[in-house]
Structure formats: C-alpha cells, structure tokens
C-alpha cells in the first residue's frame, strides 16, 4: 500500500511539473536528432586547387571525391586564410609539392589519401613534397578540437554556476532586498559580470596555462587573444545565465536549461566537422556564441592569428553578452516599480 | 511633522493576469504610529506592503508617502523593508550581510561601521556578527533581517510578518525593539495573522479577502462592535470564519 502510495505520488509530482516531464521525454530526442544531422550529413568534400599538374592526374583528382580548381599559390593562401580551400597542389621539376591548409588533422590525412592515389603510377615510387600552411605535420586531434574544448569549458562552468547563484538571490529573498533599495538594476547586473569576471579570468587563465603547458596543446598565436577569447566566452555565458535564471523555479530546473542551451552549441561549434553538417540546419551554428569563441581560439592557437582576424569574433561575443545583460536588466523589471 | 501622513493609499488597485488581489484601498497612517494589518493569510497583505516598499507596482490608484508621489528613488531611502523571507546571504557572516546591504544604499567608513554596530546592538547579535548566517538559529536570522531593514535609518519601516515561526520570549523582544524604534519617531507597519499581536498595535487595519474592512485603535474597534477581543472583531466585520 505505502509503496503503491510513493508510485502514486511520484507520477503526480512529475505531471505537475510539466517541465521536468517535457524534459524527460523531449530532451533526448532532440539531442538525437542533433547527433543524427552532424553525423549523418553529407561527406565533407575536400577542395583543392592546382596549378601546372598535368592532364593525366588532373583527370585522375578529377574522378575523386573533391572539388578542384585552377589557381596560383598566391590565390591558394588567400583562400586558405578564408578557410574555403584544404590543400593546393603543383607540380615543381616533376615533384609533386602539396601545401596543406593543415588545421585539422582528419582532413589533411584524406587530401594526402586522395593525392597519393591520384599521383601514383604503377612502377615508380613519388613521394610528394608537403608544407603545412597552417600546423604542423606531427599535429593531433587533440590540437584541433582542444580549442573549442576550452571554450566550451568556461562557458559551460560559468553558465551553471551563474544561473544557480543568481536563482539563489531570487529565491532567498536577497532580490527582493535589493530591489527595496536604491540600488539601480544595470549595477546588480554589472556587479554580477566583475564579481564573477573576477574568477572567471582564474579560471580561464588556469584552463589555457594547463592546456598549452601540461597538456601539450598546439600553441602557436598569442596568449593574450586565447585568454581575451575564454573570457569574453565566459561573459556570455555568466549573462545568458543570469537572464535564464529568471526563468527557473529551482536549481533542477537550471540544469534542464544544459540539453536546451549547453549540448546544440556543442555539436554547431566546431567540435565536430561543420562543413558535414546538414545544410538546414547549419544555420543554427552562428546563432549560438561557442561558435565565435571556438572559431576565434583555432584562429589564435592552431593558426596563431592575432586581434585583426579575430575581431570579429570578439565584437561577435561582447555584442552577445551585451545583448543578454540588457535583457536581463529588463527581465529585472519585474521585481520592482520603478 | 507630527501629524503628517506617512503613508497615504487611494483607491489602490493590484491585479495579476485577471485576479485582482487588492480591490480599490484606501488607508492613511500617521507619523510615529505602529500601525498593524490585521488578517488570514492570502488576505492581500503582502501584495499591499510590498506596494508600499516600492517592489510591487499598483495597478491603479494612488499611492504616497511622506506627501511625496510614489514610485520614486529618493523615497525608497526612506523605507526599511523586512520580507516573510530573511533575504539574507547564508554564506556570508551577519557583519559581512550588513556591509554589503549599507553599501546598497551608499553609506561608507566611520558612519557606516558605526551604524553596523548600532542595528546588532539593538537586536542582540552582537556577540554572533563573525558568524556564518548559516549557522544561525531562525530566531537570529530574523533579527539579523531586521537589523538590515533598520540599517540606513529609514523613517517608515514596513515589516511582513516579523514574528511569524518564532517563539514567545523572542516574539515579545522583537515588540520591545519595535517600541524603542517607535519612541526613536519612527513610524512603523507591520503585518500579522496572529490576534494578540493586534492588541499592540496604535491602530489597526483589517484586512480581508484584497480589502480593508475596519480601521482604528484596537480598544476604540472592540467598542464600536462591543467586542471582547480583536478576533470578535473581525468575525464582527468580515462576517466569515477566521482562519488564521
């Protein structure tokens, strides 16, 4: 009977909480669907330029999965820098040189595959000549996808850790307090950015340091852009917090905000192979701020760029964090009458 | 200033979607009066005290204090609010709540360390200021509420059910901190559910179901009603059942 009673109870409290329930059903279907699409797209095609490669090979890369196109060295490297070319190839006193854009291992490893089997005649032995443009020869998935981690992580701590604590002020009456003082919203939600920008530059500067230094990670740009990049991250992620948290009873229902907000920036920014991702959905990708910091962190320490490349990406991110704390200054609205 | 208003509703009106919590009040209360509100939870009470403070935003109607337009920046200065909740950090010490919530509300150095020490000596946690308030027993965690609502010297302090879950001894030293407050010209609102707290108040509101229904001191609101007690005044007025 009393077992009968907790079942009961239990299936009552779940249907009063309509979110808990949605969540539970909801959630991981959409995050299957998000795998399904960045996995299951079509085959990222590589894109290749040449330049003098005779008629027999150029037929032979022409047969490949890849797309091919005529230009000059000059032509290639400022593709290269555009990111829409992955390798470019010519042919110089009959040796083949292949320069690599070289940023991410898995497509550097399939451009060598192809170029191999294309060049290679029965008989004779070629070995091409390969340059990296970007990286290095010895460069791991670790160094790729490394970047985008660290962002991720300061993001994804800071996001959390914000919303409880700003859920906190909301329900222990500490709001209320505040908002019956003199004390004006913008400066609630500043001193929130500072307070805990404080330990976010700790964190990011801890995060980036065992990276490079224990870990092993590519490093090749500027340590000041990395952490000028993980901080702005973790902005954007402290103010869209704090404005969720509005949105959330209790600490449970911010951790039902992760398969919502956390998981598709995972998938869209760059953790995975982008170029292989749905067309419909891939839009989805530069909407979400861990796209711009991910971005911006390979640029820096896999390309070793520096501010002018990504100033985009840091405008990108401030916008987004300014964007949030307005809102959230806003959404403050509601706790007060002036 | 003895016999200016303090606070003055007309026609005060709050709804939230399409319930209207508050229907059209009208109430004045009187410099260096404790005033109570007197009535069953969910009576409004809250909603109309929260208004006062400034938290809440009336729907209609007109709401002024110290003869000054309400909402305004200047006049929230002059009001100390104490919520049902404690609206304090757990994680900070009692002295460490009590800097951050002056420094709400601009005060600094001397004049601020002092008036720290003034407010724990009034509610007698003094001896517990180094303490995590998480430690607190919830006696100690309301005066310690209290202590901040008094920080910055409010004229009017508004104080939502500051007895509420406590026991008699404590109960009775918080009335006796009020009583000094009120002999320091401060002119305070409290609300209860609980009768016999009435009976201490100078004058008394009752409220019910969003609207007042008497005012006046509470020997002169058993008169008219030739009551015995407070609570066969309500019964008198509301007509219903009291549940407190």
Redesign the interface.
Known sequence: MRVKAITVRIIKQFFHDKRTLAMMLVAPLLILTIISLVFNGEDSVPSIGIEQVPEPVKELLKEQKITVSEMDQGDAEQKFREGSLDAWITLEDNQPRIVLEGSDPGTNQMVLNIVQQAIQSPGQKIKPDVEYFYGTEGMTSFDNFGPVLIGFFAFFFVFLIAGVSFLRERTGGTLERLMGSPVKKSEIVIGYLLGFGFFTLIQSTLIVIYSIYVLDLLMIGDFIWVLAVTLLCAFTALSLGTLLSTYAHNELQIIQFIPIVIVPQVFFSGLFDLEAISDWVSWIGPITPLYYAADALRDVMIRGLGFEEIAINLAVLFGFSLLFSAANILALRKYRSF | MDNTMVIELTDLTKAFGSTTVIKKTSLEVQNGEIFGMLGPSGAGKTTLVK?I??????TSGELRLFNKK????RL??Q?G?M????????DLTGIENLKF?SA???MKGKKQKERMEEVLELVDLTAYKQKVVRNYSGGMKRRLSLA?ALLHEPKLILLDEPTVGIDPVLRQSIWNELYKLKEKGMTILVTTHVMDEADKCDRLAMVREGAIIAVGSPDSLKEETKSETIEEVFLYHGGGKYEG
């Open positions: 208004m403070a400034g938290i809440e935003k009336p309400m909402p305004s920046h929230i200065r009001i609010y919520a049902q909740t404690d609206g304090l950090y757990h919530f709400m509300y601009g901040v």
